[in-house]
């Protein structure tokens, strides 16, 4: 079973405030990706990465900024954050197939 | 615009019924469509994927059917528990490689009552 962890689990800032989740997975995938969830939509696609180094950008990425250091982990950073932006956030990670492995996901408030 | 939708938004059941699910979408190409259970601020479970043209997949008291003709795929829960509360979702993947996009629904919340 594909292991996806992400850290912290809840964060509270405050509106401009610096905040970064973090995401590792230890199954060697290529493929990670961030994500959030806000009540009446569906998950939508942030940022996502193909590989160490490589980013690629998502559906709604205004606001995000994302950074690939290693094969393992990926983070998700906002650096002027705002109450839009009070989500729960989620990662995921694939190999070459289509399946995607969830974290547990992070509950971020911007007050 | 939505590219998936599910019906109901929200259905509440008593412990023992059956309920089905429905989902709607749009989304082409649509390599295949995975059924997800999500409890209350937790990850995503998957609990079956769809790939076939016509499909029907059984994974215990879950079974879904996905008709790619109409775009249409249901999920039934067979003899309800509590412990399926939970938010359903469903997700169609345009492609059959990780370089696919995922398309989410916004979910059925269930609720199980006894």
């Known amino acids: 079973e594909a292991a996806v962890t992400q850290s912290p689990r809840n964060k509270v800032t405050v509106t401009g405030g610096n905040v970064t989740l973090s995401c590792r997975q230890t199954?060697?995938?290529?493929?990670m990706y961030w994500y959030r969830q806000d009540t009446g939509h569906g998950l939508r696609l942030i940022h996502y990465?193909?590989?160490?180094?490589?980013?690629q950008i998502g559906d709604v990425p205004d606001g995000y900024k994302a950074t690939r250091t290693t094969q393992e982990d990926f983070f998700l950073l906002l650096e002027l954050a705002s109450p839009s932006q009070t989500s729960l956030y989620f990662c995921?990670?694939?190999?070459?197939?289509?399946?995607?492995?969830f974290g547990p996901g992070t509950r971020l408030t911007v007050l | 615009k939505t590219q998936v939708e599910q019906s109901p938004q929200s259905l509440v059941v008593r412990q023992g019924e059956n309920c089905v699910l429905q989902?709607?979408?749009?989304?082409?190409?649509?390599?295949?469509l995975r059924w997800f259970k999500q409890d209350t601020g937790k990850g995503l479970v998957s609990l079956t994927v769809?790939?076939?043209?016509?499909d029907k997949t059984s994974n215990g008291r879950y079974s879904a059917t996905l008709d790619k003709d109409a775009k249409h795929s249901t999920l039934h829960i067979t003899a309800t528990l509590l412990d399926d509360t939970a938010t359903y979702i469903c997700?169609?993947?345009?492609?059959?490689?990780?370089?696919?996009?995922?398309?989410f629904g916004a979910g059925t919340q269930l609720i199980v009552i006894p």
């Open positions: 995921a990670s694939s190999e070459s197939s289509y399946e995607q492995y």
């Open positions: 997700v169609v993947g345009d492609r059959g490689s990780a370089l696919g996009r995922l398309h």
């Open positions: 769809l790939v076939d043209q016509k």
């Open positions: 989902c709607n979408y749009s989304v082409t190409p649509d390599n295949h």
């Open positions: 990465s193909y590989g160490a180094g490589n980013l």
């Open positions: 199954n060697s995938h290529n493929y």
